[in-house]
Protein backbone atom coordinates (compact mmCIF):
# COMPACT_ATOMS: atom_id res chain seq x y z
CA UNK A 1 0.00 0.00 0.00
CA UNK A 2 1.66 3.34 -1.01
CA UNK A 3 1.62 5.82 1.66
CA UNK A 4 2.92 9.88 1.23
CA UNK A 5 3.58 11.44 4.55
CA UNK A 6 4.54 15.00 4.39
CA UNK A 7 6.17 17.58 6.98
CA UNK A 8 7.39 21.15 6.89
CA UNK A 9 6.87 24.61 8.67
CA UNK A 10 3.35 25.39 9.18
CA UNK A 11 3.79 29.16 9.78
CA UNK A 12 6.35 31.09 7.32
CA UNK A 13 7.05 34.81 7.33
CA UNK A 14 6.56 36.96 4.87
CA UNK A 15 9.13 37.46 2.22
CA UNK A 16 10.96 34.25 3.16
CA UNK A 17 10.91 30.61 1.68
CA UNK A 18 8.97 27.82 2.40
CA UNK A 19 9.64 24.55 2.18
CA UNK A 20 7.91 20.66 2.94
CA UNK A 21 9.18 17.17 2.08
CA UNK A 22 7.24 14.57 1.46
CA UNK A 23 8.40 10.55 2.05
CA UNK A 24 6.99 7.68 -0.07
CA UNK A 25 6.14 4.15 1.67
CA UNK A 26 5.38 1.44 -0.39
CA UNK A 27 5.47 0.76 -3.83
CA UNK A 28 8.45 2.10 -6.30
CA UNK A 29 9.86 5.24 -6.67
CA UNK A 30 10.93 5.57 -10.14
CA UNK A 31 8.13 5.62 -12.89
CA UNK A 32 6.27 8.06 -11.39
CA UNK A 33 6.19 11.89 -11.17
CA UNK A 34 5.78 12.83 -7.60
CA UNK A 35 3.84 16.43 -7.43
CA UNK A 36 2.69 19.65 -5.45
CA UNK A 37 -0.77 20.92 -5.43
CA UNK A 38 -2.34 23.68 -3.30
CA UNK A 39 -5.37 24.87 -2.32
CA UNK A 40 -5.69 28.69 -0.77
CA UNK A 41 -8.98 29.19 1.82
CA UNK A 42 -11.71 28.75 0.16
CA UNK A 43 -10.37 28.80 -3.39
CA UNK A 44 -10.12 25.61 -5.54
CA UNK A 45 -7.01 23.14 -6.08
CA UNK A 46 -4.00 24.45 -8.17
CA UNK A 47 -1.03 22.43 -9.44
CA UNK A 48 2.46 23.54 -8.43
CA UNK A 49 4.54 21.43 -10.37
CA UNK A 50 6.33 18.01 -10.32
CA UNK A 51 9.52 16.12 -10.56
CA UNK A 52 10.43 12.38 -11.68
CA UNK A 53 12.67 10.35 -10.18
CA UNK A 54 16.03 11.47 -12.32
CA UNK A 55 15.03 15.00 -10.76
CA UNK A 56 13.05 16.41 -13.89
CA UNK A 57 10.45 18.51 -13.45
CA UNK A 58 7.71 20.30 -14.64
CA UNK A 59 6.41 23.61 -12.95
CA UNK A 60 3.46 25.80 -13.14
CA UNK A 61 4.17 29.03 -15.12
CA UNK A 62 2.49 31.33 -13.03
CA UNK A 63 4.79 30.25 -10.05
CA UNK A 64 7.54 29.01 -11.92
CA UNK A 65 10.04 31.70 -10.88
CA UNK A 66 9.91 30.96 -7.28
CA UNK A 67 9.75 27.01 -6.93
CA UNK A 68 11.99 24.52 -6.60
CA UNK A 69 10.90 20.86 -6.64
CA UNK A 70 14.22 18.43 -5.78
CA UNK A 71 14.13 14.90 -5.20
CA UNK A 72 16.26 12.54 -3.07
CA UNK A 73 16.04 8.53 -4.43
CA UNK A 74 17.83 7.31 -1.14
CA UNK A 75 15.11 8.23 0.84
CA UNK A 76 12.26 8.13 -1.37
CA UNK A 77 11.70 11.62 -0.61
CA UNK A 78 10.53 14.91 -2.61
CA UNK A 79 10.46 18.45 -1.24
CA UNK A 80 8.63 21.92 -2.36
CA UNK A 81 10.88 24.89 -1.78
CA UNK A 82 8.63 28.29 -2.90
CA UNK A 83 10.90 31.82 -2.04
CA UNK A 84 9.36 35.10 -1.77
CA UNK A 85 6.20 34.04 -0.19
CA UNK A 86 3.27 36.43 0.08
CA UNK A 87 -0.28 36.11 1.78
CA UNK A 88 -1.39 34.45 -1.39
CA UNK A 89 0.84 31.56 -0.99
CA UNK A 90 -1.27 30.83 2.66
CA UNK A 91 -2.98 27.21 1.87
CA UNK A 92 -3.18 23.93 2.40
CA UNK A 93 -0.46 21.96 0.71
CA UNK A 94 -0.52 18.59 -0.89
CA UNK A 95 2.08 15.98 -2.21
CA UNK A 96 0.87 13.52 -5.01
CA UNK A 97 1.99 10.95 -6.78
CA UNK A 98 1.24 10.98 -10.47
CA UNK A 99 0.71 7.65 -12.54
CA UNK A 100 2.44 7.99 -15.89
CA UNK A 101 2.10 4.23 -16.79
CA UNK A 102 -1.83 4.80 -16.48
CA UNK A 103 -4.26 5.25 -18.75
CA UNK A 104 -4.72 8.75 -18.49
CA UNK A 105 -1.74 9.59 -15.75
CA UNK A 106 -4.02 10.50 -12.55
CA UNK A 107 -2.73 11.50 -9.84
CA UNK A 108 -3.85 8.45 -7.09
CA UNK A 109 -2.02 8.72 -4.14
CA UNK A 110 -2.01 12.16 -2.10
CA UNK A 111 0.19 12.74 1.50
CA UNK A 112 -2.51 13.66 4.27
CA UNK A 113 -1.88 17.98 3.63
CA UNK A 114 0.29 20.64 5.72
CA UNK A 115 -1.46 23.54 6.00
CA UNK A 116 1.26 26.74 5.68
CA UNK A 117 0.06 30.44 7.08
CA UNK A 118 2.31 33.20 5.21
CA UNK A 119 2.62 35.85 8.40
CA UNK A 120 3.29 39.72 7.96
CA UNK B 1 -3.41 26.99 -20.03
CA UNK B 2 -6.03 24.99 -20.40
CA UNK B 3 -9.11 26.35 -18.81
CA UNK B 4 -11.80 23.54 -17.17
CA UNK B 5 -15.24 25.48 -16.54
CA UNK B 6 -17.46 22.94 -14.00
CA UNK B 7 -21.32 23.50 -13.75
CA UNK B 8 -22.46 23.64 -11.46
CA UNK B 9 -20.49 25.09 -8.56
CA UNK B 10 -23.14 24.57 -5.92
CA UNK B 11 -25.72 21.05 -6.34
CA UNK B 12 -28.20 21.20 -3.61
CA UNK B 13 -29.29 17.03 -3.53
CA UNK B 14 -31.08 14.63 -1.44
CA UNK B 15 -30.04 10.79 -0.70
CA UNK B 16 -31.04 8.74 -3.55
CA UNK B 17 -30.85 11.28 -6.61
CA UNK B 18 -28.89 11.22 -9.45
CA UNK B 19 -26.54 13.44 -9.75
CA UNK B 20 -24.45 14.41 -12.85
CA UNK B 21 -21.41 17.33 -13.10
CA UNK B 22 -19.57 18.61 -15.96
CA UNK B 23 -16.66 19.88 -17.14
CA UNK B 24 -15.63 21.46 -20.10
CA UNK B 25 -11.85 21.89 -21.46
CA UNK B 26 -11.41 25.48 -23.54
CA UNK B 27 -9.06 22.90 -25.72
CA UNK B 28 -9.29 19.24 -26.46
CA UNK B 29 -7.89 16.92 -24.02
CA UNK B 30 -8.50 13.71 -25.40
CA UNK B 31 -9.18 11.46 -22.38
CA UNK B 32 -6.90 12.94 -20.11
CA UNK B 33 -9.18 13.73 -17.70
CA UNK B 34 -10.03 12.84 -13.87
CA UNK B 35 -12.51 13.67 -10.99
CA UNK B 36 -11.85 13.66 -7.42
CA UNK B 37 -14.10 13.60 -4.50
CA UNK B 38 -12.68 16.34 -1.69
CA UNK B 39 -14.46 16.68 1.82
CA UNK B 40 -12.80 19.17 4.33
CA UNK B 41 -9.90 18.25 6.51
CA UNK B 42 -8.99 15.36 4.35
CA UNK B 43 -6.84 14.44 0.90
CA UNK B 44 -8.29 14.52 -2.50
CA UNK B 45 -9.33 10.93 -3.26
CA UNK B 46 -9.45 10.15 -7.00
CA UNK B 47 -12.88 8.83 -8.28
CA UNK B 48 -12.28 8.49 -12.33
CA UNK B 49 -9.56 8.37 -14.68
CA UNK B 50 -8.95 8.74 -18.05
CA UNK B 51 -12.47 9.87 -18.22
CA UNK B 52 -14.36 6.75 -17.64
CA UNK B 53 -12.59 4.35 -15.92
CA UNK B 54 -13.28 3.57 -12.10
CA UNK B 55 -10.63 3.82 -9.51
CA UNK B 56 -9.78 0.59 -7.32
CA UNK B 57 -12.50 0.20 -4.53
CA UNK B 58 -14.63 3.46 -5.74
CA UNK B 59 -18.50 2.19 -5.56
CA UNK B 60 -19.95 1.30 -8.51
CA UNK B 61 -22.53 4.21 -8.49
CA UNK B 62 -19.63 6.91 -9.37
CA UNK B 63 -19.55 6.91 -13.55
CA UNK B 64 -17.32 9.07 -16.02
CA UNK B 65 -17.75 9.73 -19.45
CA UNK B 66 -17.13 12.26 -22.29
CA UNK B 67 -13.75 12.76 -24.27
CA UNK B 68 -12.29 15.75 -25.98
CA UNK B 69 -13.94 18.93 -24.38
CA UNK B 70 -17.08 18.06 -22.45
CA UNK B 71 -16.71 15.44 -19.34
CA UNK B 72 -19.64 14.55 -16.51
CA UNK B 73 -19.51 12.81 -14.15
CA UNK B 74 -22.52 11.10 -12.43
CA UNK B 75 -23.39 9.45 -9.27
CA UNK B 76 -26.26 7.14 -9.65
CA UNK B 77 -27.86 7.55 -6.43
CA UNK B 78 -26.49 9.66 -4.27
CA UNK B 79 -25.35 8.23 -0.53
CA UNK B 80 -24.46 10.48 2.32
CA UNK B 81 -21.17 9.76 2.79
CA UNK B 82 -21.38 11.62 -1.21
CA UNK B 83 -21.73 14.94 0.23
CA UNK B 84 -18.23 16.42 -0.60
CA UNK B 85 -16.45 18.96 -3.18
CA UNK B 86 -15.92 17.41 -6.80
CA UNK B 87 -13.21 18.75 -8.93
CA UNK B 88 -12.14 17.75 -12.62
CA UNK B 89 -8.40 18.01 -13.50
CA UNK B 90 -6.80 17.31 -17.00
CA UNK B 91 -3.80 15.67 -17.15
CA UNK B 92 -3.22 16.45 -20.87
CA UNK B 93 -0.94 19.20 -20.81
CA UNK B 94 1.00 21.42 -18.78
CA UNK B 95 0.12 23.33 -16.38
CA UNK B 96 -2.26 20.20 -15.41
CA UNK B 97 -5.23 22.73 -14.47
CA UNK B 98 -8.14 21.90 -12.00
CA UNK B 99 -11.90 22.70 -12.49
CA UNK B 100 -13.43 25.69 -10.20
CA UNK B 101 -15.07 22.54 -7.73
CA UNK B 102 -18.54 21.21 -7.53
CA UNK B 103 -19.84 21.37 -3.80
CA UNK B 104 -22.61 18.82 -3.16
CA UNK B 105 -24.93 19.53 -0.52
CA UNK B 106 -27.72 17.60 1.20
CA UNK B 107 -31.23 19.19 0.26
Known amino acids: QVQLQQWGAGLVKHSETLSLTCAVY????????WTWIRQAPGKGLEWIGE???????NYNPSLKSRVTISVDTSKNQFSLKLSSVTAADTADYYC??????????????WGQGTLVTVSS | DIQLTQSPSFLSASVGDRVTITCRAS??????LAWYQHKPGTAPQLLIY???TLQGEVPSRFSGSGSGTEFTLTISSLQPEDFATYYC?????????FGGGTKVEIK
Open chain 1, 96 to 109: ARRDIRSSGAPTDY
Open chain 1, 26 to 33: GGSFSGFY
Open chain 1, 51 to 57: VNHSGST
Open chain 2, 27 to 32: QGISSY
Open chain 2, 50 to 52: AAS
Open chain 2, 89 to 97: QQLNSYPMT
